[in-house]
Nanobody, 124 residues
Framework: QVQLVESGGGLVQAGGSLRLSCAASGRTFSSYAMHWFRQAPGKEREFVVG????????YYADSVKGRFTISRDNAKNTVYLQMNSLKPEDTAVYYC?????????????????WGQGTQVTVSS
């Protein structure tokens, strides 16, 4: 069983930065790949970034490449999402998800563990 809690969301102006955190419970955090998804109002959930259990592989959606960076600290059971050069279209609820598969399921349907989400709002 893995419980995930996101934090760090908020309101920021376009061009600004935020760092999201996802803290996981349990002693097996290092066995899970961690992925971030987001869902904007009226839109489907979309994959954002992912990181393998070791941190050796990362995956980015084209829309965030060069602006977002994912990292993890297995000693702290936490994954981070550094978001720079934010745009209004990044506004969404951001969710972290845990998976035993390093390669992301881009549909988001196969994840067993999800956090409750944190709101990110980027004003123009």
């Amino acid at each position: 069983q893995v419980q995930l809690v996101e934090s760090g969301g908020g309101l920021v102006q376009a061009g600004g930065s935020l760092r999201l955190s996802c803290a996981a419970s349990g002693r097996t955090f290092s066995s899970y790949a961690m992925h971030w998804f987001r869902q904007a109002p009226g839109k489907e959930r979309e994959f954002v970034v992912g990181i393998s259990w070791s941190g050796g592989s990362t995956y980015y959606a084209d829309s965030v490449k060069g602006r977002f960076t994912i990292s993890r600290d297995n000693a702290k059971n936490t994954v981070y999402l550094q978001m720079n050069s934010l745009k209004p279209e990044d506004t969404a609820v951001y969710y972290c998800a845990a998976s035993t598969n390093n390669v992301p399921d881009y549909t988001g349907r196969l994840y067993r563990y999800w956090g409750q989400g944190t709101q990110v709002t980027v004003s123009s």
